[in-house]
């Protein structure tokens, strides 16, 4: 999972980045408002973790303008703002969580867990499409009830499929959702093919038909004729 965490306080921005990438997250990071507004505008991510108190500007705007877009990003405020003022605010605008600093990592993880499985994986930590499950917590994944063994890229490929099917994705966006949003300074996106192709050959005849090339763009997932 691809994650933003817009966070001025840099120790714990580092915490917070160490922490979720023993998960192995893929986490970017914005120090101040005006970078996050540049990150949210240019790339596409799983999720945001956002303080209000950003040192040039307002997280509440960023919330503002993420949903004015309709950009269906879950969003968890962390802020050192306690009020019940603040915490209605931050939820009627549309943010998924509000946790109040200082917090625990661990809960942090919990809540984001949590906010994932209500929004992209209705509200299940499993994930389905027809001969394929997912166990998240586990990350494993079956087809036709029978375990397959993937590398963590290829893991991660199959959750981004599946959690957006039917939907046409670059070769730039699965790269930098895989990799990160540095990745976009590579000269070819070539190597995602050798990714596409290792999957396939795991997912077996008929769950591998799902992948669909879509020329000279990218791939899509789906069971739909095309």
């Given at each position: 999972m691809k994650i933003l965490i817009a966070e001025d306080e840099i120790t714990l921005q580092?915490?917070?980045v160490k922490f979720l990438n023993r998960d192995a997250h893929i986490c970017e990071t914005a120090s101040d408002y005006y970078e996050a507004i540049s990150k949210v505008s240019i790339y596409e991510y799983d999720l945001i973790l956002l303080d209000i108190n950003?040192?040039?500007g307002n997280g509440l705007d960023l919330l503002k303008l993420i949903k004015k877009e309709g950009k269906k990003i879950?969003?968890?405020i962390i802020s050192a703002n306690n009020s019940l003022d603040d915490k209605?605010?931050?939820?009627?605008?549309?943010?998924d969580d509000y946790l109040t600093k200082p917090f625990h990592l661990t809960e942090l993880n919990s809540r984001i867990k949590a906010v994932m499985r209500r929004g992209k994986y209705d509200g299940d930590s499993n994930i389905s499409f027809n001969e394929i499950k997912i166990k998240t917590e586990a990350m494993q994944?079956?087809?036709n009830e029978k375990p397959i063994q993937l590398t963590k890229k290829e893991y991660d490929l199959l959750v981004y499929f599946i959690t957006n099917k039917n939907r046409v994705l670059s070769k730039e966006v699965i790269a930098e959702h895989l990799w990160g949003d540095n990745i976009d300074t590579v000269d070819s996106f070539d190597f995602i093919y050798v990714h596409i192709n290792h999957l396939r050959k795991k997912l077996t005849d008929v769950a591998a038909n799902y992948?669909?090339?879509?020329?000279?763009?990218?791939y899509k997932f789906t069971d739909e004729d095309m």
């Open positions: 580092e915490s917070i950003l040192i040039t879950p969003v968890i209605v605010e931050g939820l009627d605008l549309g943010a994944a079956y087809v992948i669909r090339t879509v020329y000279r763009i990218g």
